[in-house]
C-alpha cells in the first residue's frame, strides 16, 4: 500500500536521478482526480504515443483529444531524453486492464498474460508516455530508453519497488501493443541494475 508521493517529491525525485525534467503549466494540479481515485500506487507504466515531433506530442499528452481528455500521463518521455511533465494525480493512460497482473505487480512476481480489463489502471498506476510512432520502424534513440531507465528506476527508488514493479501497457491491458520497439524484460533488467 503506498500513497502517491507529492508532486513536488516526484519532481525531486526524477532530477535527482540525473533526468532533464520540462515543466508544463499548471501540470502539479492538471488531473483527472474529479473522476476517479488516484491511488494507492503500485507500480509505472510505459507506453509509446504514436505521435512524432515533441511539442505535439507534448501539447497531445497534455490535452488529451476528443473522447479522452487529458492529461493522458504524468511525463511524456521525448526522443532527445528530456521529460515533459503533463499531470500529477489521476491521468487517463492505463485504463482497464488485468486484476491478474495487478496482483502480481504487487507481488513483484513474473507476469501471468494479460486477459481481462477488470480492473481500473489509472488509480494504482505512474504513467509515461514516450514520443514514438509505435510501427515498430521509429527508432528508440539511446538517450530516450535511458530517460526510460531513469524515470522507471525514480519511481522504484522512492517507493522501496523491484524493476517488476515496471510493466509496458501491453502487459496491462489485452490487445495493446505499446510500448513496441524495445523489450519491457531487457528494460527491467536495465532498471534493476541502475537500482541495484
Ligand atoms: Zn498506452
Redesign the pocket.
Known amino acids: 500500500m503506498a500513497s502517491p508521493m507529492s508532486a513536488s517529491r516526484f519532481l525531486d525525485v526524477l532530477r535527482d536521478e540525473g533526468i532533464n525534467v520540462v515543466q508544463v503549466g499548471d501540470w502539479r494540479t492538471h488531473n483527472r482526480n474529479h473522476k476517479g481515485p488516484w491511488g494507492p500506487v503500485h507500480g509505472v507504466m510505459i ?1 509509446h504515443t504514436v505521435t512524432s515531433g515533441t511539442s505535439k506530442t507534448v501539447r497531445i499528452c497534455r490535452d488529451g483529444y476528443p473522447g479522452l481528455p487529458g492529461p493522458l500521463c504524468h511525463g511524456v518521455i521525448a526522443k532527445s531524453g528530456s521529460i515533459h511533465l503533463v499531470g500529477y494525480g489521476r491521468a487517463n ?1 492505463a485504463g482497464p486492464g488485468d486484476d491478474d497482473v495487478l496482483r502480481a505487480v504487487i507481488a513483484e512476481r513474473a507476469l501471468p498474460r494479460d486477459n481481462e480489463s477488470n480492473t481500473d489502471g489509472n488509480r494504482h498506476f505512474y504513467g509515461f508516455e514516450c514520443e514514438n510512432l509505435g510501427d515498430g520502424k521509429d527508432p528508440w534513440p539511446e538517450a530516450q530508453l535511458e530517460a526510460i531507465e531513469r524515470a522507471a528506476a525514480a519511481v522504484c527508488r522512492h517507493h522501496g519497488w523491484n524493476s517488476r514493479s515496471v510493466i509496458g ?1 501491453l502487459e496491462w491491458q489485452p490487445g ?1 501493443i ?1 510500448p513496441r520497439g524495445f523489450s519491457m524484460n531487457t528494460m527491467r533488467a536495465r532498471i534493476q541494475d541502475r537500482l541495484a
Do not use: N, Q, S, Y
Request: hydrophobic share 0%; glycine share 0%.
Open positions: 507506453h493512460h501497457h495493446k505499446d
